[in-house]
């Protein structure tokens, strides 16, 4: 008789999630890939068996918007922390911000950058670079191998100077992007909306009635010029954050006409609304603002249609002593790194109670992991759990109900707008390339090493870093 195959770990049992369907199946990895996916109860043998019954076993999800504040802002956030608060919340691969200090616009900035967070991330990680408002055409000069996309942000901070106002340089920005490899990506507020209501109104200066002073208006109006200047340079644009039913129902007319814009929904726009404004005060001081309840509808209704392309967390920290300074100056941002799945999953069960488990989860694998991984230059090798593919997984607690308290919280910040809430589900293990770099088995939180690597743009050779200096 035939010894069974050896492997170096077996994952047994548990519901294998893809965005299309959820089977029973154990996982068998080897190094740092899968090796196979086996009927359940296979005889094979491995070095370790890890029993996942019971339990939903996912893609290790793809969080495309983090703001780990590396360099120069690592007061607020460095990579340690945030990548622990990541694999917390089952997210394996990073896509980080260049709004640092200074920002990422050069391919230089992005090799500076690498060799800053190489040895202290337990996810994998790629980088956006930010649109130098000064130099537009140097946006021409980087290609995928440093940035997953080139990012520029409308509005802002009048001393950010990285915030690009002229609406000259945007029409410049899309015909040098023109025929280029990489997407655009926006933080779409005109802030031209901003500056003539502050005139008029004065800055916000409490946080009842905030959405006043940074209105749908100013979302809507760059929605629908970004959505034009796609259409006529042919340029693929990704929307972040759109938080509107006004900015959605644009977006989707334009896809439908065949123009290539693409939107994000964050977990905090599906989580809170205005509503909670005066109550939770500076936790959601957020940039774009919490809209009303129809708007938190109508973002549900993109994600679980598939109309949203991704979701994102736009885990944008800051210590809680800056967030406390009074309205004018409190930034604008939170934690949501460690938070996003658990917040998605509870409110696809509680709000679609037709979906089972298996169901959420799929939506979350859809958009948490295969839709970031193909338009962000990562689907030779994540996003999915399949054979050759890179050994990235959660196991997933469907049922579990939990509480979260400011201990759980991993984020250097400390603190959560999440405090309080009862989530369904959790995250019990979390696995980088075949490694635990998580595991709250026993309820306290246990993190591996931190291995995780710069990705180059797939497809490569799935172990092939872009730096190994
Ligand atoms: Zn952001």
Do not use: N
């Not at 077996?10 to 080897?30: E, K, L, P």
């Not at 460095?78 to 990541?86: E, I, L, P, Q």
């Amino acid at each position: 008789m035939d010894s069974p195959i050896r492997y170096d770990r077996i994952i047994r049992g548990g519901h294998v999630i893809s965005a299309s369907a959820a089977v029973r199946a154990d996982v068998a990895i080897r190094g740092e890939s899968v090796a196979a996916l086996l009927p359940p109860g296979s005889p094979a043998e491995a070095g370790s068996v890890l029993d996942a019954t019971g339990r939903l076993v996912l893609p290790g999800l793809i969080d495309s918007h983090v703001h780990f504040r590396m360099p120069g802002r690592t007061d607020q956030e460095d990579w340690a922390a945030g990548s622990r608060a990541a694999v917390a919340g089952g997210v394996t691969t990073v896509i980080d911000m260049p709004d640092t200090l200074p920002p990422l616009y050069t391919a230089q900035d992005a090799r500076d950058k690498h060799r800053l967070v190489r040895y202290t991330s337990l996810v994998d990680y790629r980088f956006h670079a930010q649109v130098d408002p000064r130099r537009i055409e140097a946006t021409a000069e980087l290609t995928p191998r440093e940035a997953a996309s080139v990012k520029a942000t409308l509005t802002g901070s009048a001393q950010a100077t990285h915030v690009l106002r002229d609406p000259a340089a945007l029409d410049r920005l899309f015909r040098v992007c023109a025929g280029g490899a990489l997407p655009l990506l926006f933080h779409a507020e005109d802030d031209g909306v901003f500056t003539l209501l502050d005139g008029w109104l004065g800055v916000p200066r409490q946080y009842a009635g905030y959405e006043r002073h940074r209105p749908r208006s100013a979302g809507i109006v760059a929605v629908y010029r970004l959505i034009e200047l796609a259409r006529r340079h042919g340029v693929p644009v990704h929307i972040l954050h759109v938080s509107s039913r006004e900015e959605v129902d644009l977006l989707c007319a334009g896809a439908a006409a065949g123009i290539p814009v693409t939107f994000e929904v964050t977990g905090h726009h599906l989580s809170f609304t205005s509503l909670d404004v005066s109550r939770l005060g500076a936790r959601v001081r957020l940039s774009p603002a919490l809209r009303e309840p129809a708007d938190q509808d109508r973002l549900w209704t993109a994600v679980i249609e598939g109309q949203a392309a991704t979701l994102g967390s736009d885990h944008a920290p800051y210590r809680f002593a800056d967030k406390s300074l009074a309205v004018p100056d409190a930034p604008p941002g939170l934690p949501g790194v460690q938070e996003l799945l658990p917040a998605v999953f509870t409110g696809l069960r509680r709000r679609y109670t037709h979906l089972d488990a298996p169901g959420a989860a799929r939506i979350v694998a859809r958009l948490l992991a295969e839709r970031p991984s193909e338009l962000f230059g990562l689907a030779g090798r994540k996003g999915r759990i399949a054979p050759g593919m890179d050994a990235d997984l959660v196991v997933f607690e469907p049922d579990r109900t939990w509480m979260l308290s400011p201990d759980d919280v991993h984020a250097k910040c400390g603190w959560s707008a999440y405090e309080g809430w009862t989530f369904t589900g959790g995250v019990q293990l979390t696995l980088r390339r075949g490694e635990v770099v998580y595991d709250r088995t026993d309820g306290v939180a246990r993190f591996g090493g931190p291995a995780g690597r710069w990705l180059a743009p797939s497809p490569v050779a799935p172990d092939r870093e872009i730096l190994r200096t």
